[in-house]
T-cell receptor, first 114, second 113 residues
Framework: GENVEQHPSTLSVQEGDSAVIKCTYS??????FPWYKQELGKRPQLIID?????GEKKDQRIAVTLNKTAKHFSLHITETQPEDSAVYFC?????????????FGKGTHLIIQP | EAGVAQSPRYKIIEKRQSVAFWCNPI?????LYWYQQILGQGPKLLIQ????????DSQLPKDRFSAERLKGVDSTLKIQPAKLEDSAVYLC???????????FGPGTRLTVL
């Protein structure tokens, strides 16, 4: 089955700086890669996603890049703000003919230092 | 648009007891997922339904866990009997189609003592 590795486990950056979180996946058939933000005690919320036919996607301060050859994808947050502090999860979904649940990484705790 | 609803939000039980969780997906969403999130980890898929049929239950510990989605809408997840290692947040998610965004409910935090 799919395996998703996520790094780093904890990332501390100064407010206003950029943050980068990286993930690798094992199943070359995976075709959808969402990123979720989870605040303490809350549900995971989708912040951005990318499909395998696209190399990069941006939404204001957030961008995701995908390298299918290397099987890795990254989340980039620019001009970080205190409200960006949370745990971020990457995930991958295969093209398993309907069995398409997400496989998640272990998460990155992003800390924005004032 | 109303989100995914789950109940109860919290549950504390003794080991070997039984427990059930309920999920009401977003109206019209055909695909429903149950995930288990152990503290400090990412969610892990337990079971996926398409309408009222099971699509994937390969990671469901079937000796103690069961799930159903009668009439293709609400779903229940049951654990019988519970073990200490079942302590986790159980998240329900739904999507309009299999290929669409998954929206998560608030989860049920289970503590097994």
């Amino acid at each position: 089955g799919e395996n998703v590795e996520q790094h780093p486990s904890t990332l501390s950056v100064q407010e206003g700086d950029s943050a980068v979180i990286k993930c690798t996946y094992s199943d070359s058939a995976s075709n959808y890669f969402p990123w979720y933000k989870q605040e303490l005690g809350k549900r995971p919320q989708l912040i951005i996603d990318i499909r395998s036919n696209v190399g990069e996607k941006k939404d204001q301060r957030i961008a995701v890049t995908l390298n299918k050859t290397a099987k890795h994808f990254s989340l980039h947050i620019t001009e970080t703000q205190p409200e960006d502090s949370a745990v971020y999860f990457c995930a991958a979904r295969g093209s398993g003919g309907g069995a398409d649940g997400l496989t998640f990484g272990k998460g990155t705790h992003l800390i924005i230092q004032p | 648009e109303a989100g995914v609803a789950q109940s109860p939000r919290y549950k504390i039980i003794e080991k070997r007891q039984s427990v059930a969780f309920w999920c009401n997906p977003i109206s019209g969403h055909a695909t429903l997922y149950w995930y288990q999130q152990i503290l400090g980890q990412g969610p892990k898929l337990l079971i996926q339904f398409q309408n009222n049929g099971v699509v994937d239950d390969s990671q469901l510990p079937k000796d103690r866990f069961s799930a159903e989605r009668l009439k293709g809408v609400d779903s229940t997840l049951k654990i019988q009997p519970a073990k200490l290692e079942d302590s986790a947040v159980y998240l329900c998610a739904s999507s309009l189609l299999v290929t669409d965004t998954q929206y998560f409910g608030p989860g049920t935090r289970l503590t097994v003592l």
